[in-house]
Nanobody, 113 residues
Framework: QVQLVESGGGLVQAGGSLRLSCVAS??????MAWYRQAPGKQRELVAA???????DYVDSVKGRFTISRDNAKNTVYLQMNSLKPEDTAVYYC?????????WGQGTQVTVSS
C-alpha cells in the first residue's frame, strides 16, 4: 500500500505563497489530486493532474494554484499564490479517483488577513 506524506504548509499572510509537496512511498501511475478540509467543512478536491500532466482546478483556485508532478520522484506539488484567508485548511493529496490510498496526515495551511 502506498503511503503519502504531505509537507510545505505553514502560516502566511494574505497574498503570500506556499509550495506543498506530497511524496509517495511507491510509484504513482494514477491521476493524483490535492484536497483540503477546513474546520467544520467536508473535504473538497482542489486540483487534479493526470499521469500525463493535464491539470484541472476548482473554480475558487483557478489562476492562483498550480498542480504539478514529478513521476520519477513519486511526488506531486501544489504551488499556491495569492493566498486568501478562505484557503485556510489542512491539505491532503491522494488519487483523483478511487480506490484511494490511505490518507496521509496532511499539512496545515493558515492564511492570515
Amino acid at each position: 500500500q502506498v503511503q503519502l506524506v504531505e509537507s510545505g504548509g505553514g502560516l502566511v499572510q494574505a497574498g503570500g505563497s506556499l509550495r506543498l509537496s506530497c511524496v509517495a512511498s511507491g510509484r504513482i501511475f494514477s491521476a493524483m489530486a490535492w484536497y483540503r478540509q477546513a474546520p467544520g467543512k467536508q473535504r473538497e478536491l482542489v486540483a487534479a493532474i493526470t499521469s500525463g500532466g493535464s491539470a484541472d482546478y476548482v473554480d475558487s483556485v483557478k489562476g492562483r494554484f498550480t498542480i504539478s508532478r514529478d513521476n520519477a520522484k513519486n511526488t506531486v506539488y501544489l504551488q499556491m499564490n495569492s493566498l486568501k484567508p478562505e484557503d485556510t485548511a489542512v491539505y491532503y493529496c491522494n488519487k483523483r479517483r478511487g480506490p484511494l490510498y490511505t490518507w496521509g496526515q496532511g499539512t496545515q495551511v493558515t492564511v492570515s488577513s
